[in-house]
T-cell receptor, first 114, second 115 residues
């Protein structure tokens, strides 16, 4: 079946530290991959995406590369800020007989300390 | 272009009452998804609808829950005879008819509290 596994949180970092949040997936077919971010009290926002192998998605200093050989889509940022504190969700999306199917990981909470 | 709108943002119901949650997708979007999120947990898919059609309801509880997306007006998630375990944040998302990557755009959520 299709699934997304991401590292458990919370992840606590100091400001300007390097961030990695691991995400691996299993999927039948060729999914698109996403990272969404959820700030407290809000809905999810699309952070970045990649639609095929070796694509790199990037936005606001965050990056993730679609690695088909390792079925991974790890999120990275070189220097985190306090304002990056949020919950990050990895997701995959693909067509199925019913239309589209999106599967979310369990989320990883990030705390950034000043 | 207004984003996905949900109302109410907060809803309090007593056990046994009905809850109606509304979602207006982004302009031009014809696909709507409903998710439930319990405190400190991830998103649980509930249902996927297109105009006047339920495409995938594999995540919907078999009883008390229903969803619709009429030709005109918002999508409605209806919970009958609510119980305490229904307390959660309910998020709606929409996507355009055809995209290359199937990304979804989320509303701010409705936080349901059952007392």
């Amino acid at each position: 079946g299709n699934s997304v596994t991401q590292m458990e949180g919370p992840v606590t970092l100091s400001e300007e530290a390097f961030l990695t949040i691991n995400c691996t997936y299993t999927a039948t077919g060729y999914p698109s991959l996403f990272w969404y971010v959820q700030y407290p009290g809000e809905g999810l926002q699309l952070l970045l995406k990649a639609t095929k192998a070796d694509d790199k998605g990037s936005n606001k200093g965050f990056e993730a590369t679609y690695r088909k050989e390792t079925t991974s889509f790890h999120l990275e940022k070189g220097s985190v800020q306090v304002s990056d504190s949020a919950v990050y969700f990895c997701a995959l999306s693909l067509r199925n007989t019913g239309g589209f199917k999106t599967i979310f990981g369990a989320g990883t909470r990030l705390f950034v300390k000043a | 272009n207004a984003g996905v709108m949900q109302n109410p943002r907060h809803l309090v119901r007593r056990r046994g009452q009905e809850a109606r949650l509304r979602c207006s997708p982004m302009k031009g979007h014809s696909h709507v998804y409903w998710y439930r999120q319990l405190p400190e947990e991830g998103l649980k898919f509930m249902v996927y609808l297109q105009k006047e059609n339920i495409i995938d309801e594999s995540g919907m509880p078999k009883e008390r829950f229903s969803a619709e997306f009429p030709k005109e007006g918002p999508s409605i998630l209806r919970i009958q005879q609510v119980v305490r375990g229904d307390s959660a944040a309910y998020f709606c998302a929409s996507s355009p008819p055809v995209t290359g990557a199937y990304e979804q755009y989320f509303g701010p959520g409705t936080r349901l509290t059952v007392t």
